[in-house]
C-alpha cells in the first residue's frame, strides 16, 4: 500500500497513472479526506493505513500561474511549506519513507562558471533574494526542514509538461500566451518525472535532494519552433524584446529560469531523456492523441 | 477598541497590561476564540469588533526553551509565519494598521566595521545560514511577508527581561541555569517593549521595521553581576568555557547574538533607557517586590 497525497492534482495523477501502471495499490485521499495540515490526522492515517512509502504531490503553483501566489501568501505557505513541515515531523519519526515533489525555481541562472547547479549548490532565488517570487521562498523553506529527515527524497521538479492538453502543461501555456519571453530552462516531462520518482522509492536510493530533470536546457523559441513544426498551433510567436518588458506587466513577479544539473540522479540509475528527444517524443504522441 | 493577538502569553501580557495602564479598551481572545491562521474568522472577528489597530504578539519561542521549535518544526511555523502571512493579507486590504512581535535573532554578531546592525541590514542568521535555527528562519520568513504592508509596523524584540520571576524571562533563566554563555547582547525591558510599540501605533509613526531593544550592549557576566550586587542571587555563576562547549550539549542549536541599533526608532520620538539603566531599574524593582 501507497499513500499519494495531493493525487488530484495535476503533478498527482501522473504519480497516479505511473501506480496504476505499475499495478501498485494505493490511496489517494482528497483534502476532504484528510487535513494535510494536522500532524494528528497524517499520522492516524498513516497509523491506519501503514504505507510502504508516502508521496506528497500536494503544493500550490497559483491560478492562472505564479503570479497570483503574491497574492494568497498564506494559502501559498500553507500548501507549500506547512504540509511538508507536517510530513516530516510525522513520516521521519514513524520511519516512513517518503517523497517531496519541490521545484527547481528557487535558482535563477547557471553557476558562474557557466555550468548548471548541482544539489550541492544553495537555492539562489530564495530566501535573502530581494526579487524572489514567495512560491520560490515556501518552496525554498520546505526543503530547508525536510533536509534533516532521514527518510525524505526530495524531487526537483521544473517547468512540467506532457502530451495531454491542460492549463498546467507547459506547452498548453506556451500556446495560449499572447508573448513569449525567450529563456534557457532545465524542464521536466511529467510523465518521465513521475516515474523516476517513484522509480527512486522503489530502488530505495539514498534519501536527499534530486534535480528530476530532463537532461540539457532548452530555449523557449526552441519549444515554439516544435509547436509549429509538429503542427500542434500555427501561429506566429511574439516574444518580449526583454525581460525587463516580460516584468513590467503589472503584478508579473520575477520567473527562476535556470538550468539543473541531473547527474545526481543519473548516478543511481535513474534517466529521463535528453530534453529536445523528451520534447520531441512528447510532441508526437499529441499529434497522434488529437488525430 | 484594540484588538491584541496572543494577550496571554508572556510578551501579551505586557501588552495587556500596558493598554489597561493607559485605560484603552481591548479585546484578547485567546486560542479557542479565535483560529488566526484562518483568513475568514480573523476577518470576521476584525468586521464586527472594527479595532483602530491590532496587536500581534502570538508566537512560538519553543518551552522551555528555542532548543525545542526544532522539534516542532510545524507549530513553530505555523505561530510564527503563518499566523503573521494571514494578518498581513486581511488587515492590508482593510486598511487596518498594525504591529506584529517580530525578533532581533535574525541577526548574529555585528556588522563587518562592528556597529550595531539597523533596519537596512539584511538578516544575516536565518535564510541561507546553515545554521540559523528554525526559529529564527520562521521570524525572518514573516518579515518577507509583512515587508509588504502598507499599514504593519514590525517591532524586533530581543531577550525580554522584567522585574518578575518568569519560566521566560532572561533573568530568571540565567538564574536558573546551571551554565551560562558569555556573549554581548542588545536586549529588551519587556514593559518598555510594550509601552514603545503601543506608542507608535498611538502616535501613528511609519509602517516598518524598528529595532524596539534598550541602546546598547550588555554582557551575560554584567547582568550576573548585576543579579549578585542587587542580592537577588548568591550563588557564583559557572561559565561555558567557549561557544562550543555550550553547543557540544546535545540538542542545542546556536543562538542568536547580536548587538542591534535603535536609533531609527529613537528618531520617531520613541525611546527606550540606555540598556544598563533599564538593568538597574529592573533589578532595584524586582528587590522593591520581593520584600
Request: proline share 5%; net charge neutral; charged share 20%.
Given at each position: 500500500m501507497i499513500l499519494l497525497l495531493g493525487?488530484?492534482?495535476?503533478?498527482?495523477?501522473?504519480?497516479?497513472?505511473?501506480?496504476?501502471?505499475?499495478?501498485?495499490?494505493?490511496?489517494?485521499?482528497?483534502?476532504?479526506?484528510?487535513?494535510?495540515?494536522?500532524?494528528?490526522?497524517?499520522?492516524?492515517?498513516?497509523?491506519?493505513?501503514?504505507?510502504?512509502?508516502?508521496?506528497?504531490?500536494?503544493?500550490?503553483?497559483?491560478?492562472?500561474?505564479?503570479?497570483?501566489?503574491?497574492?494568497?501568501?498564506?494559502?501559498?505557505?500553507t500548501a507549500n511549506?506547512?504540509?511538508?513541515?507536517?510530513?516530516?515531523?510525522?513520516?521521519?519519526?514513524?520511519?516512513?519513507?517518503?517523497?517531496?515533489?519541490?521545484?527547481?525555481?528557487?535558482?535563477?541562472?547557471?553557476?558562474?562558471?557557466?555550468?548548471?547547479?548541482?544539489?550541492?549548490?544553495?537555492?539562489?532565488?530564495?530566501?535573502?533574494?530581494?526579487?524572489?517570487?514567495?512560491?520560490?521562498?515556501?518552496?525554498a523553506m520546505a526543503e530547508t526542514v525536510l533536509a534533516d529527515s532521514s527518510t525524505c527524497t526530495i524531487w526537483r521538479l521544473r517547468i512540467p509538461f506532457d502530451q495531454f492538453d491542460h492549463e498546467r502543461n507547459y506547452l498548453t501555456k506556451l500556446m495560449r500566451y499572447e508573448r513569449l519571453l525567450e529563456v534557457n530552462n532545465s524542464i521536466s516531462q511529467l510523465q518521465e518525472f513521475a516515474a523516476a520518482c517513484i522509480e527512486s522509492l522503489e530502488r530505495r536510493i539514498p534519501p536527499g535532494i534530486y534535480n528530476v530533470t530532463n537532461p540539457g536546457a532548452i530555449r523557449t523559441s526552441e519549444v515554439a519552433k516544435a509547436l509549429r513544426q509538429h503542427g500542434l498551433c500555427d501561429r506566429e510567436f511574439q516574444f518580449f524584446p526583454s525581460e525587463e518588458d516580460f516584468l513590467a506587466v503589472p503584478g508579473r513577479v520575477k520567473r527562476a529560469n535556470c538550468i539543473l544539473s541531473s547527474d545526481k540522479l543519473a548516478a543511481t540509475g535513474i534517466t529521463l531523456r535528453e530534453v529536445h528527444e523528451a520534447l520531441d517524443w512528447t510532441l508526437r504522441r499529441w499529434k497522434m492523441l488529437k488525430s
Amino acid at each position: 500500500m501507497i499513500l499519494l497525497l495531493g493525487g488530484h492534482g495535476y503533478v498527482g495523477q501522473a504519480f497516479a497513472n505511473n501506480l496504476q501502471s505499475r499495478g501498485l495499490v494505493f490511496a489517494a485521499p482528497s483534502h476532504q479526506d484528510l487535513d494535510a495540515t494536522s500532524k494528528d490526522a497524517v499520522a492516524r492515517m498513516v497509523g491506519t493505513l501503514k504505507p510502504r512509502y508516502v508521496i506528497n504531490a500536494i503544493g500550490y503553483t497559483g491560478r492562472p500561474n505564479i503570479d497570483s501566489t503574491e497574492q494568497e501568501k498564506s494559502l501559498t505557505l500553507t500548501a507549500n511549506t506547512t504540509v511538508p513541515c507536517v510530513l516530516g515531523e510525522v513520516l521521519t519519526a514513524q520511519k516512513v519513507p517518503f517523497g517531496h515533489v519541490s521545484s527547481g525555481c528557487i535558482y535563477d541562472g547557471s553557476r558562474p562558471d557557466g555550468t548548471p547547479f548541482t544539489e550541492n549548490d544553495a537555492p539562489n532565488f530564495a530566501f535573502s533574494h530581494p526579487n524572489a517570487s514567495w512560491y520560490s521562498r515556501t518552496k525554498a523553506m520546505a526543503e530547508t526542514v525536510l533536509a534533516d529527515s532521514s527518510t525524505c527524497t526530495i524531487w526537483r521538479l521544473r517547468i512540467p509538461f506532457d502530451q495531454f492538453d491542460h492549463e498546467r502543461n507547459y506547452l498548453t501555456k506556451l500556446m495560449r500566451y499572447e508573448r513569449l519571453l525567450e529563456v534557457n530552462n532545465s524542464i521536466s516531462q511529467l510523465q518521465e518525472f513521475a516515474a523516476a520518482c517513484i522509480e527512486s522509492l522503489e530502488r530505495r536510493i539514498p534519501p536527499g535532494i534530486y534535480n528530476v530533470t530532463n537532461p540539457g536546457a532548452i530555449r523557449t523559441s526552441e519549444v515554439a519552433k516544435a509547436l509549429r513544426q509538429h503542427g500542434l498551433c500555427d501561429r506566429e510567436f511574439q516574444f518580449f524584446p526583454s525581460e525587463e518588458d516580460f516584468l513590467a506587466v503589472p503584478g508579473r513577479v520575477k520567473r527562476a529560469n535556470c538550468i539543473l544539473s541531473s547527474d545526481k540522479l543519473a548516478a543511481t540509475g535513474i534517466t529521463l531523456r535528453e530534453v529536445h528527444e523528451a520534447l520531441d517524443w512528447t510532441l508526437r504522441r499529441w499529434k497522434m492523441l488529437k488525430s
